[in-house]
């Protein structure tokens, strides 16, 4: 495989929508998305009151890659070989000796199924993307609020937290105004949604003229779909893609065979019958990559067209075009900004702790890296804080190098380069940071002082 990867050789262009063309202000989209579920879990299951009142720091929970060992309460980092290397009982950290006396220098019981991506558990969930991510921090006040009232041995709270997404995030929730989410975000889009920048809507618009075909393929239904792109993009929308998909699904968009998951066409969003086949260009619902592939050699006139896919989610979007489609992945890790956190040179002196908060008036940093859980790309081994061979990969950074063709921190990054502009892309033969655009975390620059890592 050749060491450079090009957008110019590619022939078809596939976005995801939310948090990849449709980036949210994420304090406030966290807390609304946080309120939902707790509002739920209080009024709807008797949860403790407790649950609603939320301190501005206690979101620094909220880290991507972090499983939650569900029958046991507790919240994993684990490394590229599968062992825990930072955990914790509900919200309260455990301490080396803890984990190690619970988990040892083993690989984690789940992780063969949790590193095979293809199946969820009952026993498990993935945190890897920003609409899951302030679940983590519900579950982990669950389960201190519970062991409160009450020691527990396993916990039962799973079938309630999976009630609560479903009555926010279901289908017609946005239709029919229910939940908190949909209403919420009707009611305040600038308060959750960046508009989609200058160069991003100039560069959507050179690649088409540049022949390319433009895909969006998103989970999201139809109705809130239209909502954000209208507000992002503007109405005329539908203009820069040539194919819309929504409620696609995702992953089963990838791995589901045509008569698993047929296309769908949409009436006033309202889905309609199943199609045999995709025979046009246009908006559908549903729907599978197989039969998509098949318009696209029609379209391109090419037997094997090339594909790149653009998403957020390594669960749903990178790992499944990868692995089933074969097709090439940018995934978009806004953590990858958590290294270059700039500190205005009065604030300099100021102890670490202040630098991490949201200021209301300050503007907003995109990111920072959780103070609980340390760098999303490298930690120490539990007990060997200071021996120098401690530091490894975490299996979320394993899991970029091996599914992501470029890993960058949004379209804007990208945005002004040539469209022939020649990436190195990830692969076996090239270091472990060769896919990083502009530039490799510094987490994973060797002895570099960066302040992850302390």
Known sequence: MPQRFSLADCDVMGFDLDHTLCRYHLPQSARLIYDSFAHYLVTEKGYDKDLLTLTPDSLDFCCKGLV???EEGNFLKLAEDGTVLRASHGTKSMTSEEILETYGRREWKHFSTVSGMVSRS???YLYDNYFDLPGALLCARVVDSLDQHDEQKKYDFWKDMVAAIQHNYKISAFKEDCGMYFPEVKSHPDKYLQRCPESVKKWLKQLKS???ILLLITSSHSDYCRLLCEHILGHDF????DILITNALKPGFFSHTPNQRPFRTLENDEEQEALLSLDKPGWYSQGNAIQLYELLKKMTGKVDPKVVYFGDSMHS????????SNWETVFILEELLGDKVVVPAETESEPLEKKGKYEEDQPKAPYFVSKQWGSFFMDKRPGMESAEEASVRTWSCRCISTYSTITIPSLEAIADLPLDY???RFSSNSSATAGYYPSPPGALLPNEETGTMK
């Open 210 to 212: 540049a022949g390319k």
């Open 122 to 124: 009952a026993k498990y």
């Open 317 to 324: 979007d990178i790992f499944p075009a990868h692995h089933y």
């Open 68 to 70: 939650l060992d569900i």
């Open 422 to 424: 020649r990436f190195t």
């Open 238 to 241: 539908e203009e820069y893609f």
